[in-house]
């Protein structure tokens, strides 16, 4: 029997929970940055997020999720939006190998029209940084609403060669694609987490977005869209396990969680689910305690 009102009150619930233990991770994260394991041990991945001030404590938990339950990659770029502040960038530069840099300070290939594209949308400076990382060994695009779980470690000899996805639940692509390509057939890139072992033709991602007739087409999944016709473009995409990846929201109106940590890699909080992300109590997502 469906009680009225029940998934609003879980919602509501499961916020307050998520506003104490956000309050309780706040106060601790000086103590979990020099608590990270020594004797992680060290990874051959290279990690890349883009982020900005309004998210620096959700991307401090990304991060010491991957420490604590994966180990230390290589190196941890986080590409500012610019809304930092100085004492933000010190902030996250203590946690070992994590470098922050303003989004546009080392552009080797500098695209006019996706200048124009990021006025509109922040996802186009992203793009714009993302295509100028180099890539050297296993690197993980990652945006700050992920969580990392020990099981994580299981998939790493898998990801070592090829580009692989998130398939997204649904086809969060603009109008433009589905005129220009008629109804995308599964699976659905989502933008947020990608792993690449060599560059990727970020040029086609470019081309979708900046050749086309009239730019008032632009909207919020343009980006998204134009990944999407990358890796379908290119033809050579793996998809992670969708069942170990997660980006479900099923459990938005729900009092507990249908995805347990110890069962899970990744999961992936996006709007629907946010406050998912912190119901759960850090220190049980960080030591398992």
Not at 26 to 52: M, T, W
Not at 122 to 146: C, E, K, V
Request: overall charge positive; some cysteine; glycine content about 6%.
């Amino acid at each position: 029997m469906k009680i009225p009102g029940l998934g609003r009150l879980a919602k509501w619930y499961s916020r307050k929970i998520g506003t104490h233990n956000f309050s309780g991770f706040k106060k601790n994260i000086d103590k979990l940055i020099k608590g990270i394991p020594a004797d992680a041990v060290s990874l051959p991945v290279d990690i890349v997020s883009f982020s900005g001030s309004k998210t620096l404590i959700e991307q401090c938990y990304s991060t010491l999720s991957f420490y604590y339950n994966v180990g230390r990659p290589q190196s941890w770029t986080i590409y500012s939006d610019k809304s930092h502040s100085q004492l933000e960038i010190d902030f996250l530069q203590q946690i070992p190998g994590v470098q922050v840099k303003a989004w546009d300070s080392s552009l080797e290939v500098r695209i006019e029209a996706l200048f124009e594209f990021g006025k509109f949308s922040i996802w186009g400076n992203r793009l714009h940084a993302y295509l100028n990382h180099p890539i050297q060994r296993t690197t993980i695009f990652t945006d700050s609403d992920m969580l990392f779980f020990p099981s994580f470690r299981n998939f790493l000899p898998v990801i070592g060669s090829g580009s692989w996805f998130m398939p997204d639940s649904y086809p969060h692509l603009d109008a433009y694609y589905f005129k220009q390509f008629g109804e995308s057939q599964g699976p659905f890139v989502n933008a947020g987490f990608l792993i690449f072992n060599k560059r990727p033709s970020w040029e086609v991602a470019v081309d979708y977005i900046i050749n086309r007739p009239d730019r008032t087409s632009w909207e919020h999944f343009t980006e998204q869209a134009a990944i999407h016709h990358m890796f379908k473009t290119d033809g050579h995409y793996h998809l992670l396990d969708e069942n170990s990846f997660i980006l479900k929201g099923s459990d938005s109106f729900k009092f507990g969680t249908d995805y347990k940590s110890e069962d899970i890699a990744v999961r992936h909080y996006v709007s629907t689910v946010r406050h998912k992300m912190w119901q759960m109590d850090w220190r049980k997502t960080l030591t398992g305690l």
